[in-house]
């Protein structure tokens, strides 16, 4: 039998071990180890829905101009700060706001899988593997946990994300996401109206959220080895900082990963994009049409900054309130540290 067949076999992601929880070496010199348990993953998807929610809020104005530079760049080609002055000009500040409804309560669904679902996924396999091979293998874990928690938050987040898109491409489309949502189905069905670009938030989305988590455990782990500490032996506030530096550059890294397929997912869900088809044969004629240089760059340091700041904000939001709720954040632990 294979060894993917072997852990398949195993159940290694078996729901009832929630009645018994787990518990690793990691932080035990405090005090009891911590319990990875059923709160435990409801208090981290509580902690990502939390993050994700406020972040992509607060940023909603920024990325109102970065769609629109995104789906008109023959309007909107003179830069970020224009993109506000012409947007504000042209509609008033309150346009800023557009899709405000749709991004706070998809991204709250959004992060409740991602996060809830990196913390289960991750601390499974260290379960299966056992904390040594964890150790060892740390990067190929996040990436696979990465991965299919981000595949489950996609299948929830794409209907509002497609209504966001719809709502700033298009602000006369509706008065906002109830409405906005009605329409679209109304208009062009279930899988038109809110799946036409599920195969563009998949490929923007799942190399975009295993590269926020696999290089902001690796930019982490350097920070800690410079400071010659680990997560488990400093303060709060010191592991926010971690988290801010370490999110920003894992922030910077996955937005140039994932902006191609961005830019596409922006153009499939205006109204027309791509002719007529299927919506692989609408996707490839809006990449020929577009070019790769313009689908990687075109709307690229705004989302940069735009990224960076909120996936920062995002991991240091995500400590705050797993604190807050009196969980003890799970860390990769290496067992020769305790010998």
Not at 299 to 323: H, S, Y
Request: with cysteine; aromatic share 10%; hydrophobic share 45%.
């Amino acid at each position: 039998m294979s060894k993917f067949s072997t852990m398949a076999a195993s159940n290694p992601f078996n729901v009832p071990a929630f009645k018994k929880g787990r518990t690793y070496s990691a932080a035990s010199a405090a005090g009891p180890a911590p319990v990875y348990d059923l709160t435990y993953y409801l208090k981290g998807a509580l902690a990502g829905g939390i993050c994700c929610s406020f972040t992509h809020g607060a940023l909603c104005p920024v990325d109102v101009v970065k769609t629109r530079i995104q789906l008109e760049p023959e309007v909107y080609n003179k830069g970020m700060v224009a993109g506000f002055r012409q947007v504000i000009a042209a509609e008033g500040v309150g346009a800023l706001a557009t899709g405000l409804g749709p991004t706070v309560v998809g991204y709250f669904v959004q992060g409740w899988f991602k996060f809830g679902g990196v913390e289960f996924f991750k601390i499974n396999f260290v379960d299966y593997f056992g904390e040594a091979r964890a150790w060892e293998i740390k990067t190929p874990i996040y990436l696979a946990s990465a991965a299919m928690a981000e595949f489950i938050a996609d299948v929830f987040l794409c209907p509002l994300e497609a209504t966001r898109i719809r709502l700033v491409s298009d602000p006369s489309f509706a008065k906002g996401l109830g409405d906005g949502a009605a329409k679209l189905m109304a208009q062009e069905g279930i899988i038109g109206g809110f799946y036409s670009g599920f195969g563009p938030i998949l490929m923007k989305q799942v190399p975009y959220t295993m590269a926020k988590f696999a290089v902001q455990g690796k930019a982490a782990d350097a920070i800690y080895k410079s400071m010659g500490t680990t997560a488990d032996q400093c303060t709060q506030g010191t592991n926010v900082s971690v988290s801010i530096g370490s999110g920003t550059i894992a922030g910077v890294a996955a937005a140039i990963i994932s902006h191609p397929a961005d830019t596409l997912l922006s153009k499939i869900n205006k109204a027309g994009a791509g002719g007529e088809g299927s919506i692989m044969k609408r996707l490839g004629v809006l990449a020929s049409e577009i070019g790769f240089m313009n689908l990687a760059t075109v709307g690229l340091a705004p989302r940069c900054v735009m990224i960076g700041t909120l996936t920062a904000l995002q991991f240091a939001i995500f400590d705050i309130v797993m604190e807050a709720t009196g969980a003890s954040k799970f860390h990769f632990h290496n067992p020769a540290d305790d010998k």
